[in-house]
Structures are given as structure tokens and as C-alpha cells.
């Protein structure tokens, strides 16, 4: 069973910068594709950057492309997210999510919410204005 905890969410200003965590326990995390997902108040649960290959090649979304970078250690099982120029509108709940697990090489494909199955409790952040 993957077991995700995601930290690292807070208040700040529009163009600051926040690195949200992911750890994961009861499994090798390289064996998964993870992907970070958003959701803001009203709306629907997007898909914001997934690691898509074992070697960790990622895909973002257009909304995050260029200040958003997503970077995995396998020492501590953990997934980062480094989002920086944040934006008001990317105020909402970020949560992990793995699928898998693929062994050590493995490609997927997509980045949606329903490819994943497991997921954390999530992680808040507001950017003020």
C-alpha cells in the first residue's frame, strides 16, 4: 500500500516561491509515476506536472510551465515541487499521487486524475495578492 504525505504549503506573496514535499512510505517511490495535482476553491482537480518516465522526465501544464519545476530524491522516497513567480491564481490544494508500481524502467502516459490511484491527504497554499 503507497502511503503519501505531502507538506510544505503556506501563505505568500505573488512572486514568492514555495517547495511543497511528497514522501512516500511502504514502497520504492522510483518504481511509481507521481504527479502533482491542484485543486482550487470551485474547481475541479487539474493535473499541474507528472514525472512520465523512470528517468524522470516530466510534463507540466501550461499554467506552470517555466516557474514550476518537479524533481524526485530516491534516498528519502521523495517528490518535490518547486513553484516559483507564484501567482494568486495558483492558490489551492496541491496533492501527490502515484500509480503504478512499473519496476525500474518504465513509461506512462497522461497526466489526468484518473490515471492515478493513490493519493495524499494534500497540502495548502494561498498566494496573496
Known amino acids: 500500500q503507497v502511503h503519501l504525505v505531502e507538506s510544505g504549503g503556506g501563505l505568500v506573496h505573488s512572486g514568492e516561491s514555495v517547495r511543497v514535499s511528497c514522501v512516500a512510505s511502504?514502497?520504492?517511490?522510483?518504481?511509481?509515476?507521481i504527479g502533482w495535482f491542484r485543486q482550487a476553491p470551485g474547481k475541479e482537480r487539474e493535473g499541474v506536472s507528472c514525472?512520465?518516465?523512470?528517468?524522470?522526465?516530466?510534463k507540466y501544464s501550461d499554467a506552470v510551465k517555466g516557474r514550476f519545476t518537479v524533481s524526485r530524491d530516491s534516498a528519502s522516497n521523495t517528490v518535490y515541487l518547486q513553484m516559483n513567480n507564484l501567482k494568486p491564481e495558483d492558490t489551492a490544494d496541491y496533492y501527490c499521487a502515484a500509480r503504478g508500481p512499473y519496476g525500474s524502467s518504465w513509461i506512462v502516459l497522461g497526466c489526468e486524475t484518473a490515471d492515478y490511484e493513490f493519493w495524499g491527504q494534500g497540502t495548502r497554499v494561498t498566494v496573496s495578492s
Open positions: 511502504g514502497v520504492i517511490l522510483d518504481d511509481y509515476a
Open positions: 514525472i512520465v518516465s523512470s528517468d524522470g522526465y516530466a
